[in-house]
C-alpha cells in the first residue's frame, strides 16, 4: 500500500489490480477509489488509473466454507465444531486441532459470492480475479511469536513473509467449488476474469466446458460466414437510414461463463492453448505473461512456444508485482519487448496491438 502514491506518475495508463484475499478486498475498493478522479476515456469508458478486480485466489480458498444445501458442511453445527470439520474436509492431510486454531473462522461461499457481487456492481467495468485452481500450492506454517513481533508492518497481514511451508494443501475438489461460484458471478454480470492456474490446465478447462456446455458457437463455413456478414451490413445499411432516435441498447443477459477469460501469467503447454481458443468456445480466451513468473526458470523454452504460437489478438502482458511505480513500468516494459522480439513485431506495432488486446479484454 506504501506504493500507491507512485501509480498516478507510472507510464502504464491503467493498472488492473488484483484482489487474492479478504484482508485486500477493501484495500483495492480503496485504492480505486482514491484514484478515480483521475479517468482516461477508453472505447467511450472512462476508467481510473486503478481497474479494480475483486475475486478470491486459490491458496486462500481453504478460508471459504461451502454451505449450500447440496454440501455435507452446511450439516456441521455452528462454532467451533463447524471450523473443524471444514478444515479436516477441504485440506489434505488432515490437520491437527493446533494447526487448525491457527486458522481463520471461514467465510460461507454465498457470503463472499454477495460481497463480490456488491463491489462488482458499485464498479461497473472491475474485473473478477485473481481465481483459479493450484495443485502445488501448500499452506504456510502458522506464526511462532517471535516471528509476530518481527512482521513487516508495511506488508499487508495475510501473506506469508518468509514462513516456511506445511504438508497441508487444499482439496482440488473444493478450489474447484468456490472457482466454479466466481467464474458463475462473472458470467451473471458478464464480467472479464484472470485465472490462476498451476498443475491443473485440465482441470481448468474440465470446469469450463462445464460452463459453457449446451452454448457452444456453432462452427459455419467460409461460405456461411460471408452470407452472414452480408446480412449484417445490410442489415446495418438500413439501421443507418432511418429517421428518428435510435433506441437505447438493451442490457446483455447474464451468461452462465465468463464472456472473456485470461489465463494470467500462463505456464502451459501449447495443446491446452488449442483447446481453449477452440472456435465452438463460447468465451473469449486471452493468455497473459510476466517476466516474473514466465521467463524466470526452466520452462522459458515452453513459454516462449506459446507466445509464438498464439494469435496476435489474443496475447496480454502483466508485471504480476506487488509493488506500484517505477519496478512494475520497468517490468511491463521488458515483457513487452521480450514479446515484440518472439513475434516479430516493431516495438510500436507490438505496444499498440498489447494495447488494444487489453482494452477488447477488459472491454469486450
Request: aromatic fraction near 6%; proline fraction near 8%.
Amino acid at each position: 500500500m506504501s506504493s500507491i502514491a507512485e501509480i498516478p506518475r507510472m507510464k502504464a495508463t491503467t493498472l488492473t489490480v488484483m484482489a487474492t484475499r479478504g484482508e485486500d478486498q477493501d484495500l483495492v475498493l480503496q485504492t480505486a477509489a482514491s484514484l478515480s478522479g483521475r479517468e482516461t476515456a477508453i472505447n467511450g469508458s472512462s476508467t481510473g488509473r486503478v481497474l479494480p478486480c475483486f475475486g478470491w485466489h486459490p491458496w486462500f480458498s481453504h478460508q471459504i466454507l461451502e454451505d449450500n444445501p447440496d454440501s455435507s458442511e452446511s450439516d456441521v453445527a455452528s462454532g467451533s465444531e463447524r471450523k473443524k470439520a471444514h478444515y479436516k474436509k477441504v485440506l489434505t492431510p488432515s490437520p491437527d486441532d493446533e494447526f487448525i486454531s491457527t486458522l481463520p473462522e471461514p467465510k460461507p461461499l454465498s457470503q463472499l459470492i454477495s460481497e463480490i457481487r456488491y463491489r462488482l456492481t458499485t464498479h461497473p467495468l472491475a474485473l473478477v480475479g485473481e481465481v483459479g485452481l493450484d495443485r502445488a500450492f501448500r499452506l504456510p506454517n502458522s506464526w511462532k511469536p517471535q516471528e509476530i513481533g518481527n512482521r513487516d508492518e508495511g506488508m499487508t497481514p495475510g501473506s506469508r513473509e518468509g514462513r516456511k511451508l506445511s504438508p497441508h494443501r487444499v482439496q482440488p475438489e473444493h478450489q474447484k467449488a468456490v472457482l466454479k461460484a466466481q467464474l458463475q458471478l462473472a458470467g451473471e454480470l458478464r464480467r472479464p476474469v484472470s485465472v490462476h492456474s498451476v498443475q491443473a490446465h485440465g482441470a481448468v478447462f474440465d470446469l469450463f466446458k462445464t460452463l459453457w456446455s449446451g452454448h457452444e458457437r456453432k462452427l459455419q463455413s467460409r461460405r456461411e460466414r460471408q452470407r452472414r456478414r452480408s446480412v449484417a451490413d445490410a442489415h446495418a445499411d438500413s439501421e443507418a437510414e432511418e429517421e428518428g432516435e435510435q433506441a437505447s441498447p438493451q442490457p446483455e443477459p447474464p451468461l452462465p461463463f465468463p464472456p472473456r477469460i485470461c489465463m494470467h501469467s500462463y505456464s502451459g503447454p501449447v495443446n491446452p492453448v488449442k483447446q481453449l481458443l477452440h472456435q465452438s468456445n463460447p468465451s473469449d480466451v486471452y493468455f497473459s505473461f510476466s517476466t516474473v513468473i514466465n521467463f524466470s526458470g526452466p520452462s522459458a523454452q515452453k513459454v516462449m512456444d506459446v507466445i509464438k504460437a498464439l494469435p496476435d489478438d489474443r496475447i496480454l502482458i502483466e508485471s504480476d508485482l506487488h509493488t506500484a511505480g517505477p519496478p512494475m513500468d520497468d517490468l511491463l516494459e521488458q515483457i513487452a519487448r521480450q514479446i515484440c522480439e518472439l513475434r516479430g513485431w516493431t516495438l510500436h506495432q507490438g505496444v499498440q496491438q498489447l494495447a488494444e488486446n487489453w482494452k477488447r479484454f477488459v472491454y469486450g
